[in-house]
């Protein structure tokens, strides 16, 4: 037995209490006797100070050996149904010895995290589901909830049906269970074993985590971990459990691709290796023996011209359980002559600059608009992108968006050529690719240049509600911003009937438009008919030289003459261009008035591009992007880029598209009247260029023959790329579990360590979101950073280096992280669980009958007293009352 005092700063209250208790003892007025004040004083004392000590909180600490077992039960995806069942039949037995033995249970689920604490496993609110199992469809959950509601009306009772979990909530339930963490389920299980218990945990598990370090937790835990292996996946399970491939390779030199592949059984399957977007190999080979255990296949492969390759492998036709597990992906980087990557609308027309830059000892890879990259790692494999006349309705907001990244946060650089589908003319305005260019495609028109009358004619139907209303009104005010205060616009919105949302009036009341084409609500049917015959009259009557008509729909309309009106239309000279949004909108008929009108179709699959296309088909029919005047190249800005090339003595430029430097680019060559023709500015870590002519025969026929032409344009690209110097430099990029460590080697060219050099990460995930890091100095010429790497996916890295004498490196790498290693094929983790059990004190795979054995440990049960002083005080106190009421002889 042992006193505690839980309050014991209360205790100073015991002098004033008894201070005042004589005071009051010496003034009294009482004529009791001396000696029955001395003893009512003696009583009152007691009861202060019975009071007071009840203050103070006194528990009595009594030794006991009853015992709290909390068994912490990994519930991960590696655990199938046969290892649930060894685990509920070691709890039942387990159960029932604690009951004999008057022990504790508690019981607590884990997986990525720990679950809730239960007192009681039956008790289990959400029970882990089997993975083999597929979920019930969305129907069949309205069918059951319509047959409940049913027969509850039919009964008379207010049964609601159980709640269906939203597809976020099952995600994140699938998601904790994609890993095991052993410490964090130890250190949960100890924090809820109060210390009035013997403690004892046990923990059930295959012993094979993804985070967390469980041999440590155990040593720190100061209490018996107990520990009963699971079994691992029975059923038969084959996986692709990696592919090794060297991070960092010389061009041309041949390096091997292995690829690992575990099974649970011996089997057969094909495994498939792809490069890129090709396959290796026989696509009809017969397929490979697989042993169990791991099974390693070797390729041998080289890179030529490429920088950046990702190599994966597949696995198919195997007899297989889960197939999340079955691809697996490897980087692999490789020094060598700089790569340019080349987008046309005509690649025919690309030979004389290809030739020329290839003379400059630079790869250039031409591509049509459909071969931009729509992925960071085919992006990465380049180190400068070249728009040549290529509009923004061919690429995605996603291509747009990684164009973005590859310039701003990995240093790529990009360079746009003039034509008729570029800058203002390709629909580029207020795109990311604008926000990323030195020129505005907005500007003012010449005063020389005819006026414009322009209809927008816009679906308004229910089917256009939510997001396609709101990207056509965006769409429809950029297209006013982007017109000259000459010209005119006038809106007309349609559903079943149509709609003057503003009336054909002149640009300079740009806010009064736009406020009237804010008010645009979807809903109703589709009758475009009436809303072109609106868009026709109102123009008839309009007196600008030019005149035309924007028609989206993303519907089928009512019958209606609509060829007859878009020929009214073309005899009037008013030109008409059409918009599909989406499959199932007349897509035919509206290409048929395009062709009939004179003006131009387009498809857009993706809502988000329809803003382009009014931008595009805006500066298009206001005929004033383009000046085709031969001119001469004047100098504004001298700069070393262009040092050697005698721009004096270069030929006429035939034309070049009408833009607006930003305040900060850098203006360096302008046409004779003073517009832009090459401007440049540096946008985040990379480099954006602007050469407003083209480099093909329609503008720059004459320059293609200048003894200049290739030196022009290879100074102008390696001034724009991305920096890449690996001499001397070698980076490693190592995964373990959840994160990935990146080391940087670095000396100089005297092979001495370069130290002290300011080294910052920056990473993009395959959300691509970035992440900036500061590099630490870890040896001499050595810098690391680790970096969480949970999502699937690609991850690339770019390590800028800032030397102390003033010079800087760039070197980029890149990581695939395949499924979760939670779906690994593993053997079972026995001797990590033997080693918690060892460094616990605990005993390993114990039978379930020994798990209340004693082990000669007590825990102090706090009883509190009190209550038993407060009693006591109460008792005296009335004794005093009463004592008083007696006067002694």
Known sequence: MMLQWTQLQWAWLWIPAILWLVVFHLRTLSDFPPRQRFVALLIRGIVLTLLIMAICGPVMLRSTSR???VFAIDQSESIDEAARETADEYLKQAIEQAEKDNAEVRFLPFDSTPRQLQSNWADQENPPADTDSEPASADVAEDETEDVSADSIATGEDEVPPPVPSPSEVDAEEAKRMGTDLAAAIQTAVASIPPSRVPR????????PTNGDGIAAAT?????????PLPTRSEPEVQMAAVEAPTQVRQGEPFFVEVVVSSNRDTEGHVDLYRGDIQIGDVDAPPVKIKKGENRFRFQQTLLGQRQETFAARLRDCDDTLLDNNEAEAIVYASGKPRVLLIDSDPDETDSLRWALDEQSIDVDVRPPEGIPSDLSEMQGYECLILSNVPATSMTMRQMDLIGIYVQDLGGGLIMLGGDQAFGLGGYYRTQIEEILPVRSNFEKEREKPSLAMMLVIDKSGSMGGQKIELAKDAAQAAVELLGPKDAIGVIAFDGDSYTVSELRPTSDRGAISDAISTIEASG??????????AYEALIGATAKLKHVILMTDGVSSPGDFQGVAGDMSASRITLSTVALGQGSS???????AQIGGGRYYFCDDPQSVPQVFAKETVEASKSAINELPFVPQLVRPTSVLDGIEL???????????????????FILASESGDPLLVWWRYGLGMSVAFTSDAKNRWAGEWMTWPDFGTFWAQIIRHAMRKDDNRGVFVEVERDGNRTRVVMDAVD????????????LTVIDPRLKNEKIAMRQTAPGRYEASVETLRRGAYHFDIATNRMDGTSQRSSRGIAVGYPDELRLLPRGDELLRQIASVSRGRYDAPANSITEDDDRTARDPVPIWPWLLMAGLVLFIADVAFRRVEML
């Not at 945990?201 to 094979?208: A, E, K, R």
């Not at 897509?587 to 008035?593: A, K, N, P, V």
């Not at 060219?749 to 910052?760: L, M």
């Open 201 to 208: 945990i046990v923990l059930m598990s295959d012993g094979n």
């Open 648 to 666: 004096d003595l270069s030929p006429l430029l035939l034309g070049y598209v009408v833009t607006r430097p930003k305040p900060t680019a850098e």
């Open 749 to 760: 060219d005297n092979g001495r360590f370069i130290d002290e050099a300011d080294t910052r």
């Open 67 to 69: 015992k709290m077992i």
């Open 220 to 228: 720190d835990a100061g209490v018996p971990v107990w520990t009963v």
């Open 525 to 534: 049917g589709t009758n475009m008919y009436p809303a072109m015959a609106e």
């Open 587 to 593: 897509e035919d008929l509206l290409e048929e008035l």
